[in-house]
Nanobody, 119 residues
Framework: QVQLVESGGGAVQAGGSLRLSCAAS????????MGWYRQAPGKQRDLVAR???????NHANAVKGRFTISRDNAKNTVFLQMNSLKPEDTAVYYC?????????????WGQGTQVTVSS
């Protein structure tokens, strides 16, 4: 079993910055992918960014150049640095860990952290 604990959400004005953190614990495989998804009210949950255990990253087009995902493998922690925030970034942000290879890994989710950006 894997547990994910998120922190760092909050309210900020447009143009501001926030840094999200997610610490994973439990039975974590050496090959895994950690990422952030977000869900706004009435919308589906979408990928924001993800990073593999070997450091390969993927950022959604909507956040490229503004958000940066990184990880500390020694601490099983993933970070999301969010700069130049926009009101449309307002959502609940969920940490995700896919434990194992992409094709067969098991997905785990954090409880979500609210990010609110005011204009």
């Amino acid at each position: 079993q894997v547990q994910l604990v998120e922190s760092g959400g909050g309210a900020v004005q447009a143009g501001g910055s926030l840094r999200l953190s997610c610490a994973a614990s439990g039975s974590i495989y050496s090959i895994n992918t950690m990422g952030w998804y977000r869900q706004a009210p009435g919308k589906q949950r979408d990928l924001v960014a993800r990073i593999t255990s070997d450091g390969t990253t993927n950022h959604a087009n909507a956040v490229k150049g503004r958000f940066t995902i990184s990880r500390d493998n020694a601490k099983n922690t993933v970070f999301l640095q969010m700069n130049s925030l926009k009101p449309e970034d307002t959502a609940v942000y969920y940490c995700n860990l896919r434990n194992g290879a992409s094709a067969t890994g098991v997905n785990y989710w954090g409880q979500g952290t609210q990010v609110t950006v005011s204009s």
